[in-house]
């Protein structure tokens, strides 16, 4: 038996003027569209900006349904919108903004493991790791370099050959 070890690495800034002006610019635009949630049963609000390799930016905010599991996270409403858009343009960066109607949301808000499967996807068709920066309605701001520092060890179409 062996173990195998995967880390991670998270960058944390206390500060939103710490990051560059286009992680800036995405991080307002998913807290505008974060503004437009559909989350009456919940009451949490997500935005998700996602940036295009030509500078195009595509936006999505969390949708619910009162049948829970037919709702649909920002971070896919808006990658399934780019993908469907603007297909064969490989996304660069993901910004993702929450708030909550009913307690501060001062940390930031990473994507769950059915959006995080979905980035997955998204970095294997560009060809190369996806960006990521999250971060509540205020507060300190989370980044990463590539969806392998919040998902090691993701399932992927290789896993689907049966010429193995």
Excluded: W
Aim: proline share 4%.
């Amino acid at each position: 038996m062996k173990e195998i070890k995967h880390t991670c690495l998270i960058q944390e800034f206390d500060n939103i003027s710490e990051l560059e002006p286009i992680e800036r610019q995405l991080l307002e635009a998913a807290a505008n569209i974060r503004d437009k949630a559909y989350a009456p049963y919940s009451k949490f609000y997500v935005g998700a900006a996602v940036e295009l390799e030509d500078g195009t930016v595509v936006l999505g905010s969390n949708q619910e349904n009162v049948a829970y599991p037919s709702g649909l996270c920002a971070e896919r409403t808006a990658l399934f919108a780019a993908h469907a858009n603007h297909p064969g343009k490989a996304v660069v960066r993901i910004a993702i903004s929450a708030s909550s109607g009913e307690f501060d949301t001062d940390e930031p808000v990473y994507p769950c493991g059915a959006c995080r499967q979905v980035i997955s996807e998204y970095e294997r068709l560009a060809g190369g790791q996806i960006q990521i920066v999250m971060r509540g309605k205020k507060g300190k701001t989370h980044k990463v370099n590539g969806l392998i520092n919040l998902l090691p060890v993701a399932f992927d179409a290789d896993k689907l050959r049966r010429d193995k």
